[in-house]
Protein backbone atom coordinates (compact mmCIF):
# COMPACT_ATOMS: atom_id res chain seq x y z
CA UNK A 1 0.00 0.00 0.00
CA UNK A 2 2.86 1.95 0.61
CA UNK A 3 4.55 1.75 -2.37
CA UNK A 4 0.97 2.26 -4.13
CA UNK A 5 0.93 6.07 -2.27
CA UNK A 6 4.75 6.77 -3.39
CA UNK A 7 3.86 5.89 -7.27
CA UNK A 8 0.82 8.01 -7.06
CA UNK A 9 2.29 10.83 -5.60
CA UNK A 10 5.70 10.76 -7.73
CA UNK A 11 2.71 10.54 -10.67
CA UNK A 12 1.30 14.10 -9.34
CA UNK A 13 4.62 15.53 -8.78
CA UNK A 14 5.93 14.96 -12.17
CA UNK A 15 2.83 16.07 -13.56
CA UNK A 16 3.04 19.23 -11.57
CA UNK A 17 6.49 19.76 -12.71
CA UNK A 18 5.77 19.56 -16.27
CA UNK A 19 2.71 21.17 -15.98
CA UNK A 20 4.95 24.37 -14.05
CA UNK A 21 7.50 23.85 -16.74
CA UNK A 22 5.15 24.35 -19.79
CA UNK A 23 3.37 27.42 -17.62
CA UNK A 24 6.78 29.19 -17.63
CA UNK A 25 7.89 28.51 -20.90
CA UNK A 26 8.48 32.29 -22.50
CA UNK A 27 8.87 32.38 -26.20
CA UNK A 28 11.94 34.15 -26.88
CA UNK A 29 12.22 36.17 -29.86
CA UNK A 30 15.14 35.73 -32.03
CA UNK A 31 18.41 37.49 -30.39
CA UNK A 32 17.88 40.84 -33.13
CA UNK A 33 14.40 41.15 -32.40
CA UNK A 34 15.53 40.95 -28.51
CA UNK A 35 18.19 43.33 -28.69
CA UNK A 36 16.21 45.57 -30.63
CA UNK A 37 13.53 45.92 -27.86
CA UNK A 38 16.23 46.23 -25.66
CA UNK A 39 17.95 48.72 -27.57
CA UNK A 40 14.18 50.52 -27.03
CA UNK A 41 13.34 50.24 -23.49
CA UNK A 42 16.93 51.75 -21.81
CA UNK A 43 17.14 54.12 -19.58
CA UNK A 44 14.27 54.59 -17.14
CA UNK A 45 14.66 57.07 -14.06
CA UNK A 46 14.78 54.32 -11.66
CA UNK A 47 16.10 54.94 -7.77
CA UNK A 48 19.45 53.34 -7.14
CA UNK A 49 18.94 49.59 -6.04
CA UNK A 50 16.02 48.90 -7.67
CA UNK A 51 15.19 45.94 -9.65
CA UNK A 52 12.26 44.74 -11.38
CA UNK A 53 11.47 42.17 -14.05
CA UNK A 54 8.63 43.12 -16.38
CA UNK A 55 6.88 40.76 -18.78
CA UNK A 56 5.71 42.02 -22.14
CA UNK A 57 3.71 40.58 -24.52
CA UNK A 58 3.69 41.86 -27.74
CA UNK A 59 3.75 41.81 -31.93
CA UNK A 60 4.96 43.01 -34.48
CA UNK A 61 2.61 44.15 -37.86
CA UNK A 62 3.49 44.11 -41.24
CA UNK A 63 5.06 47.58 -40.90
CA UNK A 64 7.94 46.46 -39.13
CA UNK A 65 6.14 48.35 -35.63
CA UNK A 66 5.97 46.86 -32.42
CA UNK A 67 2.40 46.75 -31.06
CA UNK A 68 2.36 46.30 -27.75
CA UNK A 69 -0.20 44.13 -26.15
CA UNK A 70 0.52 43.59 -22.24
CA UNK A 71 3.05 44.59 -19.84
CA UNK A 72 2.86 42.61 -16.53
CA UNK A 73 4.50 44.55 -13.95
CA UNK A 74 3.57 46.27 -10.35
CA UNK A 75 4.87 49.05 -10.98
CA UNK A 76 3.25 51.64 -12.71
CA UNK A 77 6.01 53.74 -13.87
CA UNK A 78 7.84 50.85 -15.55
CA UNK A 79 4.30 49.91 -17.31
CA UNK A 80 4.03 53.03 -18.57
CA UNK A 81 7.79 53.22 -19.54
CA UNK A 82 7.52 49.87 -21.32
CA UNK A 83 4.01 51.10 -23.41
CA UNK A 84 5.77 54.47 -24.48
CA UNK A 85 9.04 53.40 -25.78
CA UNK A 86 7.99 50.50 -27.51
CA UNK A 87 4.65 50.69 -28.60
CA UNK A 88 4.28 51.77 -32.69
CA UNK A 89 8.27 51.94 -32.69
CA UNK A 90 9.17 50.46 -36.04
CA UNK A 91 11.97 48.20 -35.93
CA UNK A 92 15.05 46.84 -38.34
CA UNK A 93 15.47 43.07 -37.16
CA UNK A 94 14.62 40.45 -40.38
CA UNK A 95 13.14 37.15 -40.56
CA UNK A 96 10.38 37.55 -37.99
CA UNK A 97 6.87 36.61 -38.12
CA UNK A 98 4.50 38.79 -38.59
CA UNK A 99 1.53 39.28 -36.19
CA UNK A 100 3.00 36.43 -34.30
CA UNK A 101 2.82 36.90 -29.90
CA UNK A 102 6.36 37.71 -29.10
CA UNK A 103 6.87 37.24 -24.97
CA UNK A 104 9.96 39.01 -23.64
CA UNK A 105 10.96 39.06 -19.66
CA UNK A 106 13.28 42.44 -19.24
CA UNK A 107 14.75 43.02 -15.86
CA UNK A 108 15.65 46.53 -15.01
CA UNK A 109 18.17 47.11 -12.59
CA UNK A 110 19.79 50.39 -11.03
CA UNK A 111 22.67 50.58 -9.67
Known sequence: MRALKLFVLGVFLSL???????A????KPEKTLRT???NLV????LEN??????YVQFMVN???EVVVLNVETDDNYLNS????RMNYKTINAQNIEHNELYNIEITF???
Open 16 to 22: GTQHFSI
Open 24 to 27: NNID
Open 36 to 38: EIL
Open 42 to 45: QDPQ
Open 49 to 54: GYEETV
Open 62 to 64: KNN
Open 81 to 84: FVKN
Open 109 to 111: KAI
